[in-house]
Structures are given as structure tokens and as C-alpha cells.
């Protein structure tokens, strides 16, 4: 039987405690950094329902500009699901593509990732370029890493614990870029808590490390939580990986450098892991996105993601 709108929107809503540390059975620690990680989370759903209950993207861009800047990206995250469960569901009435590429370009990077939340709400686990479907052939890849993280965040005993993944994720670089979305969620469940977060990798088979760790730098560095002994002990633990946590805290202070939502704790995320100021880094990071090649053994946003890596290795003066 066919949905109304209205009752659509309701059967999407997402509960407010769905995001409780406690609801969830994750790790309880630092209070002050539960209690930022939660309100990141909040603020997803929030962002998930605001974009559920607009009727266009310009007035859903309005709304989530007043969004509080320092978790402003999390909100656009949500929308990004949201948007793409609409678009399954009114597929007359697109409009994650125009919002991705208008009102929300500025948080391209969250939207992605939001979008990939919805293959764990709905029966499709790919996310393809079409005619009629036409997402950026870069960016793509971090649906797949929104998959992860919300199957970490909602089912984190089978992936995290049992080591699971999806029996309907597309085989190829689709599972990688699932375990950089894994490591993400990993953070959340750990409260931060770096040792947690290295024993937890550490029972990983080792092929899917390097993967988790790239989670985990993006994640320290987006949301924050720890200070900067913690971000320390992060590199130092991520021996003999440290080039791929490196990698992903640039991928945050770039998303974050894009949106204008930089944040003190991204800053200093900058300056302990990746040993050079924000700007560099971003500088950094675009070099390394002119001229990619196009998909061939292996996708041009693995070729990206290696670029990063060397780019970011070798430190230079902090200004």
C-alpha cells in the first residue's frame, strides 16, 4: 500500500533515544566526552528530521543554518540520509543531487556520508552513477562509509565484536571503505577511549587495519572529545599505521576547513597527528586531488586516498 507523505515521514523518524550511549550499550567513559559524542549524535537525528519534514532544500538549508556551527556538519550528515530515503521513495522528486551540488555543497563530504546511512534503512546496499543518478564519482565512495558507520553504531556487537560484515555489501573497494565508516563508529562506541579503540582494532585481521585506524583518525578529528595527550597516544598506537590515521584526520579538517566549521579541537587534531597547521593540510590535500586517473584496478578515490598519505608524512613548520 502506497504512503502518504505524512505518513511516510512518520514511519522514517528516528527515536530521540536511539542515540543514548546507554540505549545503545556502548562503552560509558569521560563524561564530558559522552556527552559531546551524544550531542553529535542528536544532532544527526536532528538534522535527519529536519530534512524529513522540509518541503524543499531551500527551506531545509535555512533551517539547518541555524544549527549551532561546531555541529552544523552532523546535521547536514542527517539530511543526507534523509534526502536519500526520500529520493528511494519519491523518485519523481529528487533531490539529494541538486542539494549536494546548490544549498549543501559547502558539506558535499557529510551529505556522501549520510547518504550511505540509508543502505542500512533500505534493501539497497550500492549507491550507482546513472543518467538519472548522477553522484560524483569521487565522492561516492563515502556512502559506503556512512554504511559502515551506521551498522557500528546501531549493530556494533556483529561488526565490531563478531567482526561482521553485511552479507549484501557489494564485494571490491566497497568493504574497505566500509571499514573506514566501521572505524568511525568505533569511536563512538569506545567513548573515546584510545586504548579501547586500539584493543579493538588490534583483534581486526590485519588486512582491515589500516582501514579502521583511517575511521578513527577522521573521527578523533571531526568530533573530538580527547585531548592532546590522547590524540598522541592515538598516533603513537596506530603503529604501524599511522600514515592511514593520518590520512583520515585530513579528510576531517578538510571537510570541516570546506564547511567553515573548523573547531578548536579540529585545530588541534591538526597540529598532534597530522604535525601541520589546517591550511597546509587542506593545501595539501587538494594537490593531491588534481589530475586524478579514472577508476581502474583500483578506484581513483583509493589513488586519492594514497596521495593524502604521502602528502601528509612529511611535517612542516606549524603556523
Known amino acids: 500500500m502506497a504512503f502518504s507523505l505524512r505518513s511516510l515521514r512518520a514511519y522514517l523518524k528516528i527515536a530521540p533515544e536511539a542515540t543514548s550511549f546507554v540505549t545503545r550499550g ?14 553529535s549524535a542528536s544532532t544527526f537525528v536532528l538534522g535527519y528530521h529536519t530534512a524529513l519534514d522540509s518541503d524543499n532544500n531551500a527551506t531545509l538549508a535555512t533551517h539547518l ?10 546535521a547536514y550528515e542527517g539530511a543526507g540520509m534523509a534526502l536519500a530515503l526520500l529520493d528511494f521513495f519519491s523518485p519523481w ?81 566497497a568493504q574497505r571503505a566500509f571499514d573506514q565508516g566501521l572505524g568511525r563508529s568505533l ?11 586500539a584493543s579493538r582494532i588490534n583483534a581486526f585481521p590485519q588486512t582491515r587495519q589500516p582501514d579502521l585506524w583511517s575511521g578513527i583518525g ?27 590515521l593520518t590520512q583520515g584526520s585530513g579528510f576531517a579538517i578538510k571537510a570541516r576547513m570546506r564547511a567553515g566549521n573548523l ?19 587542506a593545501r595539501r590535500i587538494d594537490l593531491a586531488t588534481e589530475d586524478l586517473p579514472p577508476d581502474g ?9 594514497q596521495r593524502i598519505q604521502a602528502a601528509l608524512q612529511t611535517s612542516v613548520p606549524a603556523t
Open 218 to 244: 577522521l573521527a578523533c578529528t571531526y568530533a573530538g572529545g580527547v585531548t592532546d595527550e590522547d590524540l598522541q597516544k592515538i598516533q603513537d598506537l596506530s603503529t604501524p599505521f599511522q600514515a592511514h
Open 65 to 74: 543554518e541555524q544549527i549551532d556551527l561546531p555541529f552544523r556538519g552532523f
Open 263 to 281: 573547531g578548536e579541537h579540529t585545530q588541534r587534531a591538526s597540529y598532534v597527528i597530522c604535525r601541520a597547521s589546517p591550511d597546509e593540510v
Open 297 to 305: 584496478l583500483e578506484p581513483s578515490f583509493e589513488v586519492w586516498r
Open 187 to 197: 569511536w563512538f562506541v569506545s567513548c573515546g577511549d584510545v586504548s579501547a579503540v
Open 93 to 173: 522528486n529528487k533531490r539529494f543531487l541538486p542539494f549536494s551540488l546548490e544549498e549543501g555543497n559547502n558539506h558535499i563530504y557529510m551529505l556522501y556520508v549520510g547518504w550511505g546511512w540509508s543502505m542500512g534503512r533500505l534493501p539497497r546496499k550500492q549507491i550507482k552513477i546513472t543518467g538519472r543518478n548522477a553522484y560524483d564519482p569521487l565522492l561516492r565512495w563515502l556512502a559506503y562509509d556512512g554504511y559502515g558507520f551506521h551498522e557500528g553504531f546501531f549493530s556494533w556487537k556483529k561488526r565490531l565484536v563478531e567482526q561482521r560484515r553485511p552479507l549484501t555489501l557489494p564485494k571490491g573497494y
Open 26 to 39: 556502548f562503552q560509558i567513559g569521560n563524561s564530558a566526552t559522552q556527552k559531546l559524542l551524544e550531542h
